[in-house]
């Protein structure tokens, strides 16, 4: 069974960092690998990264330049590097193993993040 465990999330103000982590366990890194996303109240949740089993990255536009994606197979943890922090980056944060058609398979509990000005 699939589980995924976020960690790092929390308050910082504007221009901030955080780093935050996923722990999967049950799950072999492969494919289209795994992703970042966040949803921010009223709205969709939305694609922030994701990192495929190559290593081929993808970011959303509004975090380019700002926000890294990496994995650590050894450790079966997944990686965002979150920085210059915006308060539009206030959101909770999601990691999710990424299926066929590198579509979310499973998901874990999400972990918030605030940016204030």
């Known amino acids: 069974q699939v589980q995924l465990v976020e960690s790092g999330g929390g308050s910082v103000q504007a221009g901030g960092s955080l780093k935050l982590s996923c722990a999967a366990s049950g799950y072999i890194f492969s494919g289209c690998g795994m992703g970042w996303y966040r949803q921010a109240p009223g709205k969709e949740r939305e694609l922030v990264s994701r990192i495929s089993s190559g290593r081929s990255t993808t970011y959303a536009d509004s975090v380019k330049g700002r926000f890294t994606i990496s994995q650590d197979n050894a450790k079966n943890t997944l990686y965002l590097q979150m920085n210059s922090l915006k308060t539009e980056d206030t959101a909770v944060y999601y990691c999710?193993?990424?299926?066929?058609?590198?579509?979310?398979?499973?998901w874990g509990q999400g972990t918030q993040v605030t940016v204030s000005s």
């Open positions: 999710a193993t990424l299926g066929s058609f590198c579509v979310p398979r499973y």
